[in-house]
Antibody, heavy 122, light 103 residues
């Protein structure tokens, strides 16, 4: 059974940093691209970032480019999101999502975690 | 940047009825489009990818069609568990969602 478990969320002040983690199990992690997708309270879905199976291709939404960094450790079956210079508008539930394929380009998310909540507020 | 516009915003139907949800892209996306279902308090679930392919475990009452700029998600006969929010998605862009509610 595929499982994705996010951690690392919490309350943080504007301008500070936070690192999210996603522990994956139940599939061959290094065969698939992985993504972060967020959802602000009461709002729709927003793709944040994606990384191909071997970290060779990485992409970011314009809203986080230059502030967020995605990475993965295939030996640990883990995905990460380093979030710097956080803003109030980054407040959201952050989901880790598995791609159907190895490249991150098509971005079909076939499995999702339950999310970790990030609140940016003073 | 591609914009996806979903209609209607809210759809009120009864169990057993047919639901037709629309997603329009601001430019051609070929058949590279997915549909997701999200229930309150839950993560989204992939229903359809490549416009018309059902994801693993998705019931046959869900079907997708379209190509280019106009896409449709059809639920042939609504079950009580189908009432949820539905999103279309193309690469890094999601539509704003259609809420399917019980009439």
């Amino acid at each position: 059974e595929v499982q994705l478990v996010e951690s690392g969320g919490g309350l943080v002040q504007p301008g500070r940093s936070l690192r999210l983690s996603c522990a994956a199990s139940g599939f061959t992690f290094d065969d698939y691209a992985m993504h972060w997708v967020r959802q602000a309270p009461g709002k729709g879905l927003e793709w944040v970032s994606g990384i191909s199976w071997n970290s060779g291709s990485i992409g970011y939404a314009d809203s986080v480019k230059g502030r967020f960094t995605i990475s993965r450790d295939n030996a640990k079956n883990s995905l990460y999101l380093q979030m710097n210079s956080l803003r109030a508008e980054d407040t959201a539930l952050y989901y880790c999502a598995k791609d159907k394929g190895s490249g991150y380009d098509l971005r079909y998310f076939d499995y999702w975690g339950q999310g970790t909540l990030v609140t940016v507020s003073s | 940047e591609i914009v996806l516009t979903q209609s209607p915003a809210t759809l009120s139907l009864s169990p057993g009825e047919r639901a037709t949800l629309s997603c329009r892209a601001s430019q051609s996306v070929s058949s590279y489009l997915a549909w997701y279902q999200q229930k309150p308090g839950q993560a989204p679930r992939l229903l359809i990818y490549d416009a018309s392919n059902r994801a693993t475990g998705i019931p046959a009452r869900f079907s997708g069609s379209g190509s280019g700029t106009d896409f449709t998600l059809t639920i042939s006969s609504l079950e009580p568990e189908d009432f949820a929010v539905y999103y279309c998605q193309q690469r890094g862009t999601f539509g704003q969602g259609t809420k399917l509610e019980i009439k």
